[in-house]
């Protein structure tokens, strides 16, 4: 989501790296199924051991580490069927995935920054547009967003500056909360949050620690209220010196 600080984070993988563990993970995936299929094609004729069912939260009932205890470490076949029923009840869609979903859509925005050290002095504006798109069959929501912003130059006089950023938000069935992250072209690094979400206020709440200068890291809250379809605000307060600070709200409205 949107934010003024950046967190540093290396890139330390390189393509064929990542070309090298996807196909890994495919690989073991693949093996996985085929174990898992071959255990339940001899296993028909027998009841499910007690406490193998699917609850109804969504958990299935693994041993802490299935391969122990196990010839040569290897998993059983139970303990692989059990682990990729939980794996496939995990990547289920819920209503909080139709609850980001919902926000989809082209919108308008209205940024104010309170940068100034001064507290009576009046924030920055600018102004901006952002695209909201779910992607993977629904799991999570890309947020392209452009603007333009007043910016310091070199010779400390302000500037017009081009605002290029992208958000990836989603909730996860394994952590039970809502995650994101941020990216944009005034910094390098990624910021990662998580956060839940007050049906009673419609109010999405994350929290972050982002580090836009080497050793000067800043807990970060954001509050997300969703007033109707049309309309949303993204309230950004910093820990500054111990005392939580609002720095930054944006303000938008969808595109008719």
């Known amino acids: 989501m949107p934010s003024n600080e950046i967190t540093l984070v290396t890139r330390h993988l390189s393509l064929a790296k990542c070309g090298m563990k996807t196909s890994l993970i495919v690989t073991v995936f693949l093996a996985a199924v085929s174990l898992a299929v071959s255990s339940f094609a001899q296993q028909t004729t027998t009841s499910p051991a007690p406490g193998g069912k699917i609850s109804s939260t969504g958990q299935v009932p693994v041993p802490a580490n299935p391969a122990m205890g196990q010839p040569n470490g ?8 059990k682990m990729m029923a939980q794996m496939m009840e995990m990547s289920k869609l819920n209503e909080n995935h139709k609850l980001l979903s919902s926000l989809d859509g082209n919108w308008n925005y209205t940024i104010k920054f309170w940068m100034n050290p001064n507290p009576s002095a009046p924030p920055q504006e600018s102004k901006g547009t952002a695209t909201r798109k779910s992607i993977m069959g ?4 890309m947020m392209d967003v452009s603007g333009n912003m007043q910016m310091p130059g070199e010779d400390g006089k302000m500037k017009t500056t081009q605002f290029k950023g992208m958000g990836m938000e989603g909730y996860d069935n394994v952590k039970k909360k809502f995650v994101a992250s941020w990216i944009d072209n005034m910094g390098t690094g990624i910021e990662f949050s998580e956060g ?3 049906p009673a206020t419609k109010s999405f709440t994350y929290t972050a620690e982002v580090e836009a200068i080497p050793g000067m890291k800043t807990q970060v809250r954001e509050v997300v209220k969703v007033t109707d379809n049309n309309h949303m ?3 950004w307060y910093e820990n500054q010196g111990g005392q939580e600070k609002k720095t930054m709200e944006i303000n938008y409205t969808k595109k008719k």
Do not use: H, W
């Open 74 to 81: 290897q998993m059983s076949a139970a303990d692989m069927q």
């Open 138 to 141: 629904g799991r999570y929501v």
């Open 196 to 198: 839940t979400y007050d």
């Open 233 to 235: 605000m993204l309230e």
